[in-house]
């Protein structure tokens, strides 16, 4: 019996079993027969040319029919990714929706909450992919088996362009994807050179709260972390001649972080409000400049799309050659893209930036409050975003602030100054018209002066 022949009804048997025109059919390994069931013959060495005519005939017409299936499935990708729309089963944070017979990839509000949530989270620094996995799994994050995440597949969707708008079909990049992205670009990067960076955070057993963020004052090293009898200790590694070879317990260096928070914290009340109204009228001010260059990118991408419309109406007509319409409509593509991209960028700095100032005020009012009771990962983001600069010597930390957080410490400072002036002079203003007073009210029998309503006279009581 021919291999070849052998091979290939195998092949195609196993792999296409619903194929309607392959016979049911069975090899005997012993006797290197074939065993036609719906024929009712067998095929072997001695068996007439054309039973075996026939039977290849038969195998041909099945591999035709499942490589005419192949290229119609191929060619229905080929449509689908054309249209903007991956042809695969959803990704993890969206789920299928049917659209007049059509099958699209809508945002899952129960699991693209958890995807946004990693991208954020990774970008801290804080987490490594392990530590991120274990976390969106106590978080409540699980696949369809109820498992937790593995770590192979939460690093594909951390490096998966799909979440920003990018389909990915045969190893080529479409950008004209119509599935609304979950993150943005810019954290998207960010992510990416997280992963790529030299200094990737990695598991670690023991996670200390000041573990890679505070740094010998004298050498410049990082400084490090053990336990002893249940205490966390940090001492500089001293890879370079360094005379700091003092430990310091790590509750130590809490107290003078809290002394630090403590610093933005401004204590006028009247103030506070004062700030709190300010940023809120930033923000509308803010809101009214972008809504007018929102107004200049609308009108422009209008009348970019009336450029292409026209140029297609003319290639049509046959008004313009087809080399022209490809130059210019690649033009007009690119400038689409770009204030299209523009928008984008609009809308998100717009959003951080009437967010932030509050927020960020909102945090140093409170930086004391929070870091007292969040858990050790909140705390290390925490000191994170306020602190630029961790230097230990002698037992000693010195911090410098981030540039929002500088600016928020000199205000702070500025207006507790003042308050304290002013609340000393209220005092000295108070204490010398108690002065007065007494010096009055020596020359009032009975205390009259406090009781003015009292008729001054003889007393009632005469004894």
């Known amino acids: ?26 090899l005997d390994d012993e006797t290197h027969q074939i065993y036609l069931a719906k024929e009712g ?60 017979g059509h099958l699209i990839h809508v945002i899952d509000e129960t699991y693209a909450p958890f995807v946004k949530k990693a991208f954020q989270l990774y970008i801290t620094g804080v987490y490594s992919v392990q530590r991120l996995s274990d976390l969106l799994y106590k978080e409540g994050l699980r696949t369809r088996m109820g498992n937790k995440l593995n770590v192979a597949r939460l690093y594909d969707i951390l490096t998966d362009p799909f979440y920003i708008g990018v389909n990915i079909w045969n190893n080529k990049e479409y950008t004209n994807a119509k599935h609304e992205p979950l993150v943005s670009k810019e954290i998207f990067q960010k992510v990416q050179q997280k992963l790529k960076s030299k200094t990737t955070t990695q598991y670690q057993k023991h996670r200390y709260l000041f573990q890679g963020l505070i740094r010998c004052g004298e050498c410049g090293y990082s400084i490090t972390w053990e336990i002893q009898k249940g205490t966390n200790y940090g001492h ?29 914290e401004i204590k006028n009340k009247r103030i506070m409000e004062w700030i709190r109204k300010a940023l809120h009228y930033s923000n509308e001010q803010v809101l009214t400049y972008q809504n007018t260059a929102f107004d200049e990118l609308n009108k422009r991408l209008k009348a970019v799309n009336k450029r292409l419309s026209n140029l297609y109406d003319d290639k049509v007509d046959g008004a313009i050659s087809k080399e022209f319409y490809t130059q210019k409509s690649g033009e007009y593509k690119s400038e689409q893209a770009e204030v299209k991209g523009t928008i984008e960028k609009y809308t998100n700095a717009g959003n951080k930036f009437r967010d932030m ?16 009771k969040k858990a050790p990962d909140k705390k290390r983001l925490l000191l994170g975003l306020i602190f630029a600069k961790l230097e230990l010597k002698d037992r000693v930390l010195t911090y410098e602030y981030t540039k929002a957080f500088k600016m928020l410490s000199k205000l ?52």
């Open 357 to 372: 100032g509050i927020t960020l005020y909102e945090v140093s009012q409170k930086a004391k409050e929070f870091f007292l």
């Open 1 to 26: 019996i021919s291999s070849i022949v052998v091979e290939t009804t195998d092949r195609l048997t196993r792999n296409f079993k619903d194929v309607p025109t392959i016979d049911k059919w069975i």
């Open 236 to 264: 500089c590694t001293r890879h370079k001649p360094c005379s700091q070879n003092k430990w310091v317990r790590e509750n130590d260096l809490e107290d003078q972080i809290l002394f630090a928070l403590e610093l933005l």
């Open 412 to 463: 702070a400072k500025i207006t507790n100054e003042s308050s304290e002036l002013v609340q000393k002079e209220e005092n000295t203003k108070q204490t010398s018209e108690l002065n007065e007073k007494i010096v009055i009210s020596s020359q009032i029998p009975n205390f009259a002066f406090l009781h003015s309503e009292v008729r001054r006279g003889r007393d009632s009581n005469s004894r």
């Open 41 to 100: 013959c067998i095929l072997e060495k001695n068996s007439r040319s054309h039973e075996w005519f026939m039977w290849r005939v038969k195998v041909a017409t099945a591999e035709y029919y499942v490589r005419l299936l192949s290229e119609n499935v191929k060619k229905g990708q080929k449509e689908k990714i054309a249209q903007g729309w991956l042809p695969s089963k959803p990704k993890l944070g969206y789920k299928n929706q049917d659209v007049n």
